[in-house]
């Protein structure tokens, strides 16, 4: 699967030939961004006894970690994905209260109104049609008082040390176009308050990669090149010159790429 594929159908995992290439790189992910997921739950402050909502859920991961936190409250996680959800289940419920997973997706949430404590969603707002609409269901499902905090990426705000200015903005241009809403980082304050929630907190956390295998498993700079390539956008001997001043300041210890994460927080 070409990236371009990896990014754009993470909206639609099922209609995917095969589920494992996008569990294998959520597993990636978890392990690289296990920091920023840790403010995540330090913002929330899941408490005991506490219901908690996980909307995008993968895996599982974050799940049974907020369960650990919620003690004997209750934690369900939801995901569009059957894929994903049969994989959540099959990795079980972990060590913490009592767990659940379904599926549904952020178009009409399968949960009655008010019902939460808790409510979050990380790196989903990017793939959604519609994030106004997405931010109004996670509201709808809280409790008076409760609080929803979305964490995404703004992928306009990415930057990389490279040589070659123009191919790397022409490189940057097509990471941003393989997603439906690269700039849902920005939009995010904007959205919370135009669907009633107060007291918005918002954090923008820079996550830099000094490794450049860490960051490819991630971002894949050679799918990206290829695709470049393939639109036109870049020369092929562009292309080779860029992956290879990458690679050099990878062994020089001069390579550097950043992502720019938003962590947003509302109060209803």
């Known amino acids: 699967m070409t990236y371009k594929q990896l990014s754009t159908k993470f909206g639609n995992v099922d209609a995917a030939e095969s589920a494992r290439v996008f569990i294998s790189f959520l597993d990636s992910a978890t392990r690289i961004l296990a920091e920023s997921k840790e403010l995540v739950c330090e913002m929330l402050d899941i408490r005991r006894g506490q219901r908690v909502l996980d909307v995008g859920c993968g895996t599982g991961d974050d799940v049974r970690r907020m369960a650990e936190l919620a003690g004997d409250g209750f934690v369900m996680g939801v995901d569009s994905s059957k894929a994903m959800i049969a994989e959540a289940r099959k990795r079980g419920p972990g060590h913490g209260g009592a767990v659940r ?3 549904g997706d952020l178009k009409g ?13 990380e790196r989903v707002l990017q793939h959604v049609d519609e994030p106004l609409d997405a931010v109004s269901q996670m509201v709808r499902v809280l409790k008076p008082g409760g609080r929803v905090l979305v964490a995404d990426a703004d992928y306009g705000m990415a930057a990389i040390n490279a040589g070659d200015r123009a191919t790397t903005s022409s490189i940057l241009g097509i990471y941003q176009k393989n997603l439906r809403n690269p700039w849902i980082g920005r939009q995010l304050p904007g959205l919370f308050r135009a669907c009633g929630l107060s007291r918005v907190d918002t954090r923008i956390l820079p996550v830099p990669f000094s490794d450049f295998r860490v960051a490819s498993a991630l971002v894949d700079f050679e799918g990206l090149t290829r ?3 393939n639109e036109r956008v870049i020369s092929s001997q562009a292309a080779s010159r860029w992956l290879l001043d990458l690679q050099t300041r990878q062994e020089k210890g001069d390579f550097l790429f950043v992502l720019m994460g938003f962590l947003v927080m509302g109060q209803k």
Request: a neutral charge; charged letters at 10%.
């Open 109 to 121: 949430l399968p949960i009655s109104s008010a019902t939460f404590d808790v409510c979050r969603a």
């Open 227 to 229: 695709q470049a390539v």
């Open 101 to 103: 997973f379904a599926v």
